[in-house]
């Protein structure tokens, strides 16, 4: 195998990337996500509004308007006709893809922080924030095929054992027998989707140290990447059946947002210091880049610069041949990757 230095790779990364600026938002963007023919990006952020684009040419195909408070999360159907958003204005809203339209929306006594379609996409899983007396919580819901007929009741309801903790983030687990979900007390927690019965915590000897901000799933279900404050993405490669810690990126910056090829042993990983932690204006100082690591070695291959701001979401499009980046600069950042990608050797 050839072994390319440094500067090979750095240079396939910064020279090979044709990056277009999707300007659509207001606001810092908080949540990416491609529908599965990747042919869609959705984006979310604090500007109430999420946003549709073509995933080929970034251009900005409809918005999604309807809440009141930030939108931090969405998901959607794997037919691409319905989005599921969650916000800050403490509700949950079902949506027309081809419409824009607003076909539900399930309302809470906190905002809604995450949310996932099942397998299926006959059920979704939405966290909701600690706020005032509530605790943080994981809620199950049956969605309807006729938007008619959908109801607000929760099949399933799981408090977190460390309510005033947030959860910032709940995934469906293989099969959708199971929930994953992680936050601000660090700890990973497996739950039974059917009795919601908590089954198994991560270890916190080995563990993140700090808030856990992102958790991603691979292609196949198999295993999950999160992304933490503790200056480091620990765990591409945490087994999604037995918690069991298997890699450890080190990206000496606070993590924001995690991602995974689906075509290479590739991770990548954004984050960077708080605006207010940065004392110039100088992108460098932050180390505001998506940095790319190698998901078996565990090293890192390269890193894609451009945001002014930290970098607070990440998606791989299905394809693995292009990826975006969403930032605290309202920006939107989509890659295609040149064949010198596909062709990196460490």
Known sequence: ????????????????????????????????????????????????????????????????????????????????????????????????????????????????????????????????????????????KRIAEDPEDQVSESVLVLESPNGRKRINRAVWGPLNQTIVSGGEDAVLRIWDAETGKLLKESDSEVGHKNTITSLTKSADDSHFITGSLDKTAKACLWDMRTLTLLKTYVSGVPVNAVSMSPLLDHVVLGGGQDASAVTTTDHRAGKFEAKFYDKILQEEIGGVKGHFGPINALAFNPDGKSFSSGGEDGYVRLHHFDSDYFNIRI
């Open 1 to 140: 195998m050839r072994r390319s230095s440094p500067c090979d790779k750095e240079r396939a990364f910064k020279e090979k990337m044709r990056p277009i600026l999707m300007k659509g938002h207001e606001r810092p963007l908080t949540f990416l996500r491609y529908n599965r023919d990747g042919d869609m990006l959705f984006s979310c952020a604090k500007d109430h509004t999420p946003t549709l684009w073509y995933a080929d040419n970034g251009e900005r195909h409809g918005t999604f308007r309807g809440h009141n408070g930030a939108v931090w999360c969405c998901d959607v159907s794997r037919d691409s006709l319905r989005l599921i958003t969650g916000s800050a204005d403490q509700s949950a809203k079902l949506w027309d893809v081809k419409t824009g339209q607003q076909l539900f929306s399930f309302k809470f006594g906190s905002p809604a922080r995450s949310v996932d379609f099942a397998l299926g996409d006959k059920l979704a899983v939405i966290t909701t924030d600690p706020f005032m007396e509530r605790t943080s919580a994981i809620h199950v």
